[in-house]
């Protein structure tokens, strides 16, 4: 096991390979003989998820900031304004300087609040980060590889509105009541819609598997099989991540800020970065199920979904500068008169070309 070279103090003989695995046996069988080998496999899992959750932590953040920055200075040059500028080199450290301002303050808990009120937005947080799990980044870098991720991603994604129905509800005030009502009301329109779409790909892939999914995309993407699923699947996407022009919940110049009308500092620049991590999750799963994820030439695969996630959030950010809001009664005809039909024609159209 040991190379002679050792005694010479070669220390690059010693981490051969081989040297290793004999090292990682002998510690093994050590454990063995203690009892106590059945500990590895847990305590494994667990280092090799909790490895994954930081660096999903640092994509996030990174992603989060980086387009929090972007957002503000494209809306500004579509306005005719020059956004940020003074703090950084273009104003790359204006949003560092909001996030010091925002998290400094004090946390205050509005007084007609629900005692639930302040853990129901870290909740919210945690379901999107769960997501990320879920989703294949490349043909290695996957969390949690399950037969069923993505019946489990869109249950969690269900939950959603009904937390922000809560927190709108026990917010204590007006505007997060209506904020509340109109949550329930966009649930009962697009969800069905998204409901509908999702089993189109699932049918078209014959699995409920993202890494199946994505498999299924490699000489064609389902994007260019299912034109109608893609662009309602993308304009549902806006509505579930409250993006404009669907934004109704926080309707500033009708609501103020909805279910956030009350909030403090730091509560706020918590829903801030929800929104950003919102929008990374929603890209994530356009890119999964209707553009190949990772799949493309030349590039690492998950140098090509942080393309394509970075692509289709752009998108997002000139569907902002570019439209209006919608009102609730508009949304609520989309989601009946439009999206449910196109959605159930998708189905139809999938199962008569593709999978009969």
Do not use: C
Not at 76 to 89: D, S
Not at 337 to 356: A, G, H, Q, R, W
Request: glycine share 6%; proline share 5%; aromatic share 14%.
């Amino acid at each position: 096991m040991f190379s002679p070279n050792r005694k010479r103090g070669n220390l690059a003989a010693v981490l051969t390979p081989n040297a290793i695995s004999s090292y990682y046996s002998m510690i093994y069988s050590l454990l063995v003989r203690l009892g106590l080998h059945t500990l590895l496999a847990p305590i494994s899992i667990f280092l090799s998820l909790l490895a994954f959750a930081i660096i999903l932590t640092i994509i996030a953040m990174a992603f989060a900031y980086t387009f929090g920055w972007v957002e503000r200075k494209t809306i500004a040059r579509m306005q005719a304004r020059h956004g940020p500028t003074y703090l950084g080199k273009y104003g790359l450290l204006q949003n560092m300087a909001d996030v010091i301002k925002l998290l400094s303050k004090e946390n205050i808990i509005p007084k007609n609040a629900d005692v639930l009120f302040p853990f129901i937005l870290p909740v919210v947080y945690a379901i999107f980060f769960l997501i990320l799990f879920f989703v294949p980044f490349g043909k290695y870098f996957i969390g949690i590889d399950s037969s069923v991720s993505l019946i489990f991603v869109f249950m969690l994604i269900s939950f959603v509105p009904l937390l922000l129905f809560l927190a709108g509800w026990t917010s204590g005030n007006k505007f997060g009541a209506i904020s509340a009502q109109r949550s329930v009301l966009m649930l009962l329109s697009y969800e069905v819609p998204l409901v509908l779409v999702v089993s189109a790909v699932a049918m078209l892939s014959h699995s409920y598997s993202l890494v199946s999914i994505v498999s299924a995309q490699n000489n064609i993407w389902f994007a260019v099989l299912m034109p109608i699923g893609f662009v309602l699947f993308f304009i549902i996407m806006l509505a579930e991540l409250e993006r404009p022009p669907f934004d109704l919940r926080e309707a500033d110049n009708e609501l103020i800020a909805g279910w956030l009308t009350d909030v403090s500092a730091p509560y706020y620049a918590l829903a801030l970065f929800l929104d950003y991590t919102r929008m990374f999750v929603g890209t994530l799963l356009i890119s999964v199920l209707f553009l190949g994820g990772g799949d493309g030439p030349l590039l690492p695969a998950f140098a090509w979904i942080m393309i394509k996630v970075i692509l289709l959030s752009f998108i997002i950010m000139l569907v902002r500068a570019s439209t209006v809001r919608v009102k609730i009664s508009r949304l609520l005809r989309m989601g009946w008169l439009y999206f449910m039909p196109l959605s159930v024609l998708n189905m139809f159209i999938t199962f008569i070309l593709f999978v009969k």
